[in-house]
């Protein structure tokens, strides 16, 4: 029995997996159930979608069909964010394509004194990102669709993967995620010109942008994209990408 088998079933019958790993049989109602999820995800239905959370920084999430699923390498953005802020200093900041809201609830969860407006178009995720504050008691430091001025932070993991790519991706992927946070356009830039293009009207000056990135083409593109921004950082991942770029307001 692999680790995911384990998993599922313990999800199935609501019991732990050593509670699973001294059993010797099942009642037919518990095979059923058990049964019922190891066929949705054979089917390849995204193993986090059918436990009904995914991990992000060391917490659980909310997740279901119509969100996306935080991924590890997005957590570089919070130490981009460690890297410019200390934990006890007061700043606003706006999360621009929440999803699920892991990166927004882990920066107010971080840095105690700091208050998040979460930007979301997709009803589905936004009732995911509604619950997760919920779930961490800090719906009451942020503020949804709302944008304002004089940002110290605009922060974003932005559509980025190449329309054409789509269905190239593996069926886990393709196949349940939402499109709308994994289209990026015809080259993937689309969301990063948007952010830039738009960034400035509530950003202070010397405030940041911290943005996730999909491979080092679009990192050496947004290098030429700043408009009243200066390139001052990027933050690299496990696999030693460059995951993130920070860029400063300086005009």
């Known amino acids: 029995m692999n680790q995911e088998t384990l998993w599922l079933m313990s999800h199935a019958l609501g019991v732990s997996t050593t509670n699973i790993l001294a059993r010797k049989t099942f009642t037919p109602d518990e095979q059923a159930k058990i049964d019922a999820l190891l066929s949705r995800r054979e089917a390849g239905e995204p193993l986090q979608y059918i436990m009904g959370y995914a991990d992000f920084y060391g917490r659980d999430f909310y997740v279901g069909p119509g969100v996306l699923i935080p991924r590890h390498d ?24 929440t999803g699920s809201g892991c990166i927004a609830i ?25 619950k997760n504050l919920e779930r961490y008691n800090v719906h009451e430091r942020s503020r949804l669709n709302f944008f ?18 789509i269905s190239n991706l593996d069926k886990t992927v393709r196949d349940y995620e939402p499109h709308s946070a994994l289209d990026g356009g015809e080259n993937g830039m689309d969301f990063y010109r948007h952010i830039l293009a738009n960034a400035a009207k509530f950003l202070k000056h ?21 408009g009243n921004f200066e390139f001052i950082d990027e ?17």
């Open 74 to 97: 997005t957590e570089t953005l919070i130490e981009a964010v460690k890297k410019y802020f200390a934990r006890d200093e007061e700043f606003s900041f706006v999360d621009w394509g």
């Open 106 to 130: 882990t920066i107010l969860l971080e840095f105690p004194k700091s208050f998040a407006y979460i930007i979301e178009n997709s009803y589905d995720a936004l009732k995911f990102a509604r």
């Open 148 to 165: 304002p001025d004089e940002l110290e932070l605009i922060i974003s993991n932005p559509p980025y993967i190449p329309s054409r790519e």
């Open 206 to 226: 010397d405030g940041y942008i911290i943005l996730e990135m999909g491979n080092i083409n679009q990192a050496n593109a947004l290098k030429n994209l700043y």
């Open 235 to 251: 933050v690299y991942d496990a696999g030693n990408f460059p995951r993130c770029l920070i860029l400063q307001r300086r005009r």
